[in-house]
């Protein structure tokens, strides 16, 4: 059974940092891509950033030069480093999983709340 488990997260002011990471289990992760995405208040959820295990780095522009996505394969982790956060920035954040050959993300985990305060 596959899960994705996030932490960090948290509530900082418009300029801060914050971490968010994920730990995934249940099976080999080697074929799949490891994502963020996020789901503000009213709005629908949207890509941030995802890492193929090896190399394939994926930014939405929305965040780009200000996040980095990070993973460890042998821990099977993906870690979302988020820098010069924007109140834009608060949402709902995802871990998500799915086979690299596939459009379809198949495993969420089960968010962490990042609030930007202004």
């Known amino acids: 059974q596959v899960q994705l488990v996030e932490s960090g997260g948290g509530l900082v002011q418009a300029g801060g940092s914050l971490r968010a990471s994920c730990a995934a289990s249940?099976?080999?992760?080697?074929?799949?891509?490891l994502g963020w995405f996020r789901q503000a208040p009213g709005k629908e959820r949207e890509f941030v950033a995802a890492?193929?295990?090896?190399?394939?780095?994926y930014y939405a522009d929305s965040v780009k030069g200000r996040f980095t996505i990070s993973r460890d394969n042998a821990k099977n982790t993906v870690t979302l480093q988020m820098n010069s956060l924007k109140p834009e920035d608060t949402a709902v954040y995802y871990c998500?999983?799915?086979?690299?050959?596939?459009?379809?993300?198949?495993?969420w985990g089960q968010g962490t709340q990042v609030t930007v305060s202004s």
């Open positions: 998500a999983a799915r086979v690299a050959s596939r459009s379809e993300y198949e495993y």
């Open positions: 249940g099976r080999t992760f080697e074929r799949y891509i």
């Open positions: 890492r193929a295990w090896l190399g394939g780095i």
